[in-house]
C-alpha cells in the first residue's frame, strides 16, 4: 500500500499560494480546492495529475442523461451512473487511510470517506447542471437535491442510495444520539466542505503522531481559509514543537497568547509557560 508523502518546499509553497488564492476567490472551486489538498498531501500528483482529475469529473458528467427531471430523478440517475456502474462507494476500512480524504485517490480508487464521496457526487451533478449540494449531517456527510420543500437526499458512501422516510434521522442518531434538526438540512457551503476535509485529515494524523507532516499541513491550510477557529494557531505551535522546531513555536504560542488574553488571562499565561518551555529545550 503507498501511502502519500508531501512535496518538496517549492512545490509545497504553490500549492499553498494557489489553495490561499482559490479559496479567497469570488466563487471558490469545490473540486480544484479539494484537488490542491491531494497535492498537499501527494508530491507525486503535479499539474497533470490534477488536470486529469478534473478531465475525469467531466468524463463522468458526460455520461449523465441530460436533464434527468426533478430531484429525485437526479438522485436516481447519479446513483445508477456512480454507485451502480462505476463502483463508488465507501466502507468502514476506508476510515483508516490517508487516501480516502484525497480527491485524486478517490477518484482513482472509487472508495473515500462519506464528505469525498459526496464530492463527486457534487462536481459531478453541477458540472451536468443538476441541483445538487452537499448536507452536512453531524458525523455523516450526504448531498442533496432540489429546493427544501422538495429535498431528496442521497448517502455516496453507501453507493447514492437514495434516503426515505426516517433514513436520515437514523444517520444522525447513529453518530450522534441526537435528534436531526431542520437546520442540519440546509446546503453546505464549498469552503466548510474543505474545512471539514482538513478536519478529517488532522484528526487522521492526531491518531498517528509519527504523520506530524500530515497534521502540519493540513493545519497551514486550513489557516489560509477565509474562516477558521483561532485555535488552529495554537495546534500549528505545537506540531512545530514537537516536530524540533523550538523557535518558531515558542514566537506562535507567545503570538497566540496575545490574542486570547483579552478573553483569558490565565489560559494565555499557561500558553506563556509553553512558549519558555519551548525555548528551554533549545538549551
Known amino acids: 500500500m503507498r501511502h502519500p508523502t508531501p512535496p518538496p518546499p517549492e512545490r509545497a509553497a504553490e500549492v499553498r499560494r494557489r489553495f490561499a488564492e482559490e479559496a479567497r476567490s469570488e466563487r471558490p472551486d469545490l473540486s480544484a480546492l479539494c484537488l490542491l489538498v491531494g497535492a498537499a498531501a501527494d508530491g507525486t500528483l503535479d499539474d497533470a495529475g490534477l488536470d486529469a482529475a478534473q478531465l475525469e469529473l467531466d468524463r463522468l458528467a458526460g455520461q449523465l442523461p441530460f436533464r434527468p427531471g426533478g430531484p429525485l430523478s437526479w438522485a436516481t440517475a447519479l446513483h445508477h451512473l456512480l454507485g451502480v456502474q462505476e463502483g463508488f462507494r465507501g466502507f ?7 487516501e480516502s480524504s484525497l480527491l485524486h485517490e478517490v477518484l482513482r480508487r472509487r472508495r473515500g470517506l462519506p464528505i469525498l464521496l ?15 449540494y452537499g448536507v452536512a449531517l453531524p458525523g455523516h456527510f450526504v448531498v442533496g437535491f432540489g429546493p427544501p420543500e422538495q429535498q431528496v437526499l442521497a448517502d455516496p458512501f453507501d453507493g447514492g442510495r437514495v434516503l426515505g422516510g426516517g433514513d436520515a434521522e437514523v444517520l444522525v ?78 514566537v506562535e504560542l507567545e ?29
Open 92 to 98: 468502514p476500512v476506508d476510515y483508516q487511510r490517508l
Open 118 to 132: 459526496s464530492v463527486v457526487w457534487m462536481e459531478v451533478a453541477r458540472r451536468a447542471g443538476g441541483p445538487v
Open 173 to 250: 442518531a447513529g453518530a450522534t444520539g441526537a435528534p436531526l434538526d431542520a437546520s442540519m438540512l440546509t446546503p453546505a457551503d464549498p469552503l466548510e466542505v474543505v474545512l471539514r476535509i482538513l478536519n478529517n485529515v488532522r484528526a487522521w494524523a492526531a491518531a498517528r503522531p509519527e504523520r506530524s507532516d500530515v497534521a502540519l499541513w493540513a493545519v497551514d491550510l486550513s489557516l489560509l481559509l477565509p474562516s477558521h477557529p483561532a485555535r488552529l494557531r495554537y495546534e500549528r505551535a505545537q506540531l512545530l514543537v514537537q516536530r524540533g522546531d523550538f523557535v518558531e513555536g515558542a
Open 255 to 283: 503570538e497566540y497568547a496575545g490574542l486570547i488574553s483579552a478573553v483569558d488571562e490565565g489560559a494565555a499565561e499557561r500558553v506563556r509557560g509553553q512558549a519558555r518551555a519551548a525555548r528551554a529545550l533549545l538549551n
